[in-house]
């Protein structure tokens, strides 16, 4: 792979001192660096309520922030600028990270009601990129990624930065989740880039690097960052608010590295953040999922499961449950049966390395629900491969080694061979580079 992480990782480093176990105060010293930050500046009532949410979102509270965002968008701005005709979508952004999917569509049929044809470039990439992080989150992520691949493109055209992160954050989280890890590094590099230039709201950027760090080469390789990450108020707290999956993340990958005062924090974090702003349900699912984890405590997984409105969350929630019912020998059915509801999630989100782990965990039970059909998107996988099949190629085709391929799916080499001779026989090819060819020349992928 040309790719590598790790001068990405010295670079996104979060400042803290690990000798005194403090975080560096200083980091983020202007949270507008970067960002239009002279608009924000002006005299506009409406630009100045903007200002207030961003600020409120940009240290945790998801629910000023909606607050400040709902009466910007509401007002609309005398003084005509463009910044300001940008508020509906930021409210709208900031319903999305609030899973009130409900209230966000209705904003977006308002603002299609009201948009006129002689609408910027910048307004357009905006629309995109924010339509498709909602749809995406809501479990739509063909038309989703689609929405923001269009809108990356658009706002990378005319230099709109400050959009550019929420989109790269969408397409590296959709790559790493369908074992597409080149994508995946692609869209972490330009984060890394923007993280450079000092961009407004890093932490969504921070946490997507460790997860492709940790799927990349291990825990190991992203124990800098969870560090960091949680050490620092700042961004634990805007991470909170705006990444439901992230605390339980957290909480698996400090437990994996033996630093479970790390686990502890993340838990805490959580659960005080969804105690301040109990309005949000996506936050106590959160809270409720970390801890869960943390204590072992099945009741409130179960709970949680039952709070998330986000698909992958909850797939990722029930998961989490049945390796804690797996303890219990006479729970044998209800680990089955919560591991397959799991996997159909995933499978149905086009979590191709999600569904490949639960299926792998399926077998364990002597269960093969990975060569299933029933649980297959049906009519998005070409070829007709089964999410593993799938899987395997997209990686293959990607210059892994079947060693590199089974680490990063949890299956065996052995395994790893035995479903690329599948994906040969359906696909008609007999070797690794016309498989290479062939995926590449196909049309579902979305090409960074
Ligand atoms: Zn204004």
Not at 68 to 84: I, M
Not at 138 to 167: F, K, N, Q, Y
Request: net charge neutral.
């Amino acid at each position: 792979m040309s790719t590598s992480l790790t001068p990405t990782l010295a670079v996104m480093k979060i400042p803290w001192d690990r000798k005194r176990n403090t975080l560096q105060r200083s980091f983020p010293q202007q949270p507008f660096v970067g960002n239009t930050d002279d608009r924000l500046s002006s005299s506009c009532k409406t630009a100045s309520l903007f200002r207030r949410s961003a600020l409120a979102w940009y240290s945790g509270r998801l629910d000023a922030g909606l607050r400040y965002a709902a009466a910007a968008a509401a007002r609309g701005c005398e003084e005509g600028h463009e910044f300001c005709e940008l508020t509906p979508f930021w409210h709208i952004a900031l319903l999305t990270k609030a899973r009130d999917f409900g209230t966000a569509l209705q904003a977006i049929d308002l603002l299609g009601n009201r948009r006129d044809r002689s609408e910027s470039q910048l307004m357009t990439a905006t629309s995109l990129i924010i339509r498709g992080e909602l749809l995406f989150v809501m479990g739509c992520v063909d038309e989703g990624l689609a929405e923001v691949d269009a809108g990356l493109r658009l706002a990378e055209g005319h230099d709109a930065r400050s959009l550019l992160p929420t989109g790269y954050v969408v397409m590296a989280t959709a790559a790493l989740r369908r074992a597409d890890m080149r994508t995946c590094l692609h869209y972490v590099d330009k984060l890394t880039g923007e993280a450079l230039l000092g961009y407004f709201g890093q932490a969504a950027g921070a946490w997507v690097t460790a997860q492709a760090a940790e799927a990349r080469g291990g825990v190991d390789r992203a124990a800098d960052l969870v560090a960091g990450i949680v050490a620092n108020d700042v961004v634990l707290h805007q991470l909170l608010v705006s990444e439901p999956a992230a605390a339980s993340w957290l909480v698996r990958a400090a437990r994996a590295l033996g630093a479970d005062d790390v686990a502890e924090t993340a838990v805490r974090a959580a659960c005080a953040t969804s105690e301040e702003q109990p309005e949000f349900s996506v936050l106590r699912g959160a809270a409720l999922h970390a801890a869960g984890l943390l204590e072992e405590d099945a009741g409130k997984l179960h709970e949680a499961a039952n709070t998330y409105l986000d698909r992958w969350c909850g797939a990722s929630v029930r998961e989490d449950l049945a390796g804690l019912l797996s303890k219990r020998r006479s729970e044998r059915n209800n680990v089955i049966s919560t591991l397959e509801s799991a996997l159909s999630t995933y499978t149905a989100v086009g979590a191709a390395r999600d569904a490949s782990r639960v299926a792998n965990k399926l077998r364990n039970y002597g269960v093969r629900r990975g060569v299933s059909r029933t649980v297959e998107r049906e009519g998005h996988l070409p070829h007709g491969l089964t999410n593993t099949e799938f899987a395997v190629a997209e990686l293959v085709s990607q210059g892994y080694t079947n060693n590199e391929v089974g680490r990063q799916l949890f299956i065996s080499r052995h395994t790893v061979a035995f479903h690329l001779k599948k994906v040969y026989q359906k696909m008609n090819l007999t070797s690794r580079v016309e498989l290479a060819a062939k995926w590449k020349a196909m049309q579902w992928r979305h090409e960074p």
